[in-house]
């Protein structure tokens, strides 16, 4: 699980198709001083998390495949939780 | 996925079977500084390693596209095969902004 903040959205027309209707942020992981560390990289987003906002972000590529319903999907990073404080 | 730009391909002679017609991209990842406008203008190449990924999307020199590395690149296939990254989307575009604290 990472932390990170929401940076950014990405638009993709062609994709692998166990994307379809999911929407691409850009996040950027946070260190324990909530400073950025690494470069931005793009999740999956379930509920609508925000711009700047902080989220927990799951590396777990099982849980993402049970996300996107495929089996042979081969999503990996997907916002799980958005964090209030 | 992480970000990165097709700089070229790579093609074999001689290949595991399981790879036939596989195609590979040479792929150089995009730097923080650059997600903006890498969509728009060649952002030149990083001082990341570049890598070569496993391609089914038709990806083209020039292209900005997400990837994956790890276990989950072996996912779509129906056999075990060894690859260790993969294309999952081609960005029409990209935006970002600067976190903040």
């Known amino acids: ?85 | 996925m992480r970000i990165g730009q097709v700089i070229g391909k790579v093609t074999m002679h001689t290949q595991e079977d399981s790879l036939t017609g596989a195609r590979w991209l040479l792929v150089n990842p995009v730097d923080t500084a650059q997600l903006n406008s890498c969509i728009s203008r060649q952002p030149g190449l990083t001082s990341q390693p570049s890598l070569v990924v496993y391609d089914n999307l038709g990806a083209g020199e020039g292209d900005i596209i997400g990837f994956v590395e790890g276990a989950e690149a072996t996912a779509p296939f129906e056999q075990p095969t060894p690859i260790d990254a993969i294309s999952l989307a081609i960005f029409d575009t990209l935006h970002y902004e600067a976190p903040t604290h």
Do not use: W, Y
């Open chain 1, 1 to 85: 699980m990472i932390h990170a903040q929401v940076v950014g959205k990405a638009v993709a027309t062609a994709k692998h198709p166990s994307l379809n209707g999911f929407k691409m942020l850009l996040c950027q992981q946070l260190d324990a001083e909530e400073k950025a560390s690494g470069t931005p990289f793009v999740a999956i987003d379930l509920f609508g998390a925000g711009m700047h906002q902080k989220v927990f972000v799951s590396t777990d590529g099982i849980e993402a495949r049970g996300i996107v319903h495929d089996d042979h999907s081969p999503a990996r990073m997907f916002i799980q939780g958005v964090i209030d404080s």
